[in-house]
């Protein structure tokens, strides 16, 4: 078969290398385009993250040697590559007005960005969850009149690490009336350099900007239903978060509270739910897609960011110390990969979805 070209926006990145690395050897996509600020624009992809990558494996040898483009202007995409991979880190108006460009010209955007996220004809997708949403692309090509081109997006990388767990119980038919989560999330969360080192080591910094706020309101989209041709949220589950970022490399961790509705899951039912729990991709048999999406350990002391982060290509969720709550009915704690399953890992599978479903056809 015949690879699909595909182009990484904000490719020097973080989360940027992260595709690189991912894609190097994917059965269906091949990076030839490669995009980023106009600091990097013109030197070779090498040159470009000479000094600041990151990754465990060298630069793939495919993609070292591309120049690296000015992903602000579109047009040099045209003809390079059927979609692109956005994961840019800039001014939110800029980065969807630069989306949306990309769109405009026929290329569709699978975005990491949340410059899309809260647009309600944008499909916000973790493709076990509502992989059904795809189907409002066709509303948002009819109203802004794009043939070929769309956008769909990820949600916040931390979200990965509960949403699923806790979207199986309501799939098994019981209501989530509040949640509570505490997250500890890595340092990869904030691109690269990131967080300065004194401000990081031996340190919890117990904010991180427009966190809590996307962990308050994204899984209202996720969970959401497709009317009249947009997202209509469902807000029935009441959210609190609070986000802290820990001296962590790679690994979002989230200790969640959970209160039901008046029927309430045994430990044990929860845990054949979890155990259970496939979905589409997995039916699909997408090459991102794991095995088992929930893995439950049940050792006291797991998930651990180390020790967990990278279960099933980094692309699984683990679960554990699944325990009743005093104050709302369960607690347990998640992990996952934030730079894998939380950003390129996920949009993979975004992109590995709308193609099995033929959108870049
Ligand atoms: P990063 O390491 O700071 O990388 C940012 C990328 O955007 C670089 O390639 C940079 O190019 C490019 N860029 C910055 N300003 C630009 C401009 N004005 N015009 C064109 N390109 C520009 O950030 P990151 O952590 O990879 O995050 C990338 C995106 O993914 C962000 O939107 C972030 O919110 C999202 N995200 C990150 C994670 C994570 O775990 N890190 C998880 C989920 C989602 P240069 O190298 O040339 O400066």
Redesign the pocket.
């Known amino acids: 078969m015949n690879k699909i070209k595909v182009g990484v926006?904000?490719?020097?990145?973080?989360?940027?290398q992260q595709y690189i690395s991912l894609l190097a050897q994917h059965p269906w996509f091949e990076v030839a385009y490669v995009?980023?600020?106009?600091?990097?624009a013109g030197k070779t992809y090498r040159d470009?993250v000479a000094g600041r990558w990151q990754m465990v494996q060298d630069v793939p040898p495919g993609v070292a040697g591309l120049v690296?483009q000015?992903?602000?202007n579109p047009a040099l995409a045209d003809n390079h590559c059927v979609f692109v991979f956005s994961?840019?880190?800039?001014d939110k108006q800029?980065?969807r007005e630069l989306e949306d460009a990309y769109a405009a010209r026929g290329i569709p955007v699978v975005s990491?960005?949340?410059a899309h996220r809260g647009t309600d004809d944008v499909p916000m997708l973790i493709p076990e969850i509502n992989h059904e949403h795809i189907n409002v692309i066709a509303a948002q090509r009819s109203k802004r009149g794009w043939q070929k081109g769309f956008i769909a997006v990820?949600p916040?990388?931390s979200l990965q690490s509960y949403m699923t767990p806790v979207f199986a119980l309501l799939q098994a038919g019981y209501e989530i009336r509040k949640m509570i989560i505490t997250t500890m999330q890595?340092v990869?969360?904030?691109?690269?350099p990131?967080v300065p080192s004194l401000d990081m080591i031996d340190n919890i910094v117990p904010f991180i900007g427009g966190e809590e706020e996307k962990s308050e309101v994204e899984p209202h989209k996720i969970l959401g239903r497709i009317a009249e041709g947009r997202i209509v949220n469902d807000e029935s589950i009441k959210i609190s978060a609070h986000c802290n970022r820990v001296p962590v490399v790679d690994g979002h961790t989230a200790c969640v509270s959970l209160e039901f509705g008046d029927k309430k899951p045994s430990l044990d039912e929860i845990k054949r739910i979890w155990h259970d729990f496939k979905s589409l991709p997995q039916q699909l048999q997408l090459p991102f897609a794991p095995t088992q999406p929930i893995i439950y350990r049940e050792e006291s002391n797991r998930p651990q960011p180390r020790k967990d982060r990278d279960a099933d290509k980094g692309m699984a969720v683990s679960i554990g110390r699944l325990r009743q709550c005093n104050v709302f009915d369960i607690r347990f704690v998640g992990l996952s990969h934030?730079?894998v399953r939380?950003?390129a890992g996920g949009g993979i599978l975004n992109a590995e979805l709308l193609k099995a479903k033929g959108y870049f056809d």
């Open positions: 926006l904000g490719a020097t990145g973080m989360v940027g995009a980023a600020s106009p600091a990097s470009a690296v000015d992903a602000n994961a840019l880190d800039m800029a980065a990491n960005a949340s990820k916040n990388c890595a990869s969360g904030a691109g690269y990131g934030n730079t939380g950003a």
